[in-house]
């Protein structure tokens, strides 16, 4: 059983950091892309970052410049590092990850953290 845990999402003031992690568990064989999503109440989920088993990162335009992914490979943990946060960047924050386990291949979802932005 493969399981992904977020952690560091909280209450930030616009213009503060917060740093996200994802860290996957369980009978992993290999972990391939991982990616960041976030929801706002009464919208849809949107990628917000990506970033292949090799590094490749691609993001959205709304956090081109803020928001960094990174990951570290022998830890199974994806990163978001948001800098500037804005009120609009509130939302419930999601890591996905494409994992090969005894079970093939399969994409699998952390429960979600909350992000608030607000002053």
């Known amino acids: 059983q493969v399981q992904l845990l977020e952690s560091g999402g909280g209450l930030v003031q616009p213009g503060g950091s917060l740093r996200l992690s994802c860290s996957a568990s369980g009978n992993i064989f290999k972990v391939y892309t991982m990616d960041w999503y976030r929801q706002a109440p009464g919208n849809e989920r949107e990628l917000v970052a990506d970033?292949?088993?090799?590094?490749?990162?691609n993001y959205a335009d709304s956090v081109k410049g803020r928001f960094t992914i990174s990951r570290d490979n022998a830890k199974n943990t994806v990163y978001l590092q948001m800098n500037s946060l804005k009120p609009e960047d509130t939302a419930v924050y999601y890591c996905?990850?494409?994992?090969?386990?005894?079970?093939?291949?399969?994409?699998?979802w952390g429960q979600g953290t909350q992000v608030t932005v607000s002053s």
């Open positions: 996905l990850g494409r994992i090969v386990s005894s079970g093939g291949l399969n994409p699998y």
């Open positions: 970033i292949t088993s090799s590094g490749s990162t």
